[in-house]
């Protein structure tokens, strides 16, 4: 194990934007997977490839780029490591960010699910709020830095599991 986080820390030095991306796409395809096979308990047998497809599609070409992207702005916009640098980056990252990031990934994945737009409209209304609440919940504030990446596949299984619940 310790070797493989060798590796991955090598990659990440020499191919840093391809890693995170690979990586952002495959944590959405194992929340997918852990969501229909898990909470959704689907089955093998009933597993649907197509969903996590798309899914990860979504991974590689939204929620990687994207998120990388803005953890650069978001580098030059709080200049600093020290504590009240990290509280001010988690605010502005969960007050701007994240209520414009769950928006769109909502609004793509319900795109690629055939949802028309005013249905899209209606899952993001009946769907908002819970996950807001759930976002500054369960997540500590003094926490929620720390466990992002921890927390990554669980929170990408319950979206995937929202976004693809009709």
């Given at each position: 194990m310790a070797g493989l986080w060798r590796g991955y820390q090598v990659l990440m030095t020499k191919y840093?934007?391809?890693?995170?991306?690979?990586?952002?796409?495959?944590?959405?395809?194992?929340g997918d997977v852990i969501s229909q096979q898990l909470i959704e308990r689907r089955g093998l047998a009933n597993h649907n490839v197509q969903r996590t497809a798309k899914m990860m599609s979504i991974g590689f070409f939204f929620v990687g780029p994207v998120i990388g992207s803005w953890y650069k702005v978001l580098d030059r916009l709080v200049v600093g490591g020290t504590k009240s640098a990290a509280m001010k980056k988690m605010l502005v990252d969960q007050l701007c960010f994240a209520p414009c990031f769950l928006g769109a990934f909502l609004c793509i994945s319900g795109a690629l699910n055939g949802l028309t737009v005013e249905e899209n409209v209606t899952k993001l209304r009946r769907l908002w709020p819970p996950v807001q609440i759930a976002n500054f919940y369960f997540i500590p504030l003094h926490h929620r830095l720390a466990v992002v990446q921890v927390v990554a596949v669980a929170w990408n299984s319950y979206l995937t599991w929202k976004a693809n619940k009709m």
């Open positions: 840093p934007w391809t890693v995170q991306i690979v990586t952002a796409g495959s944590l959405v395809g194992v």
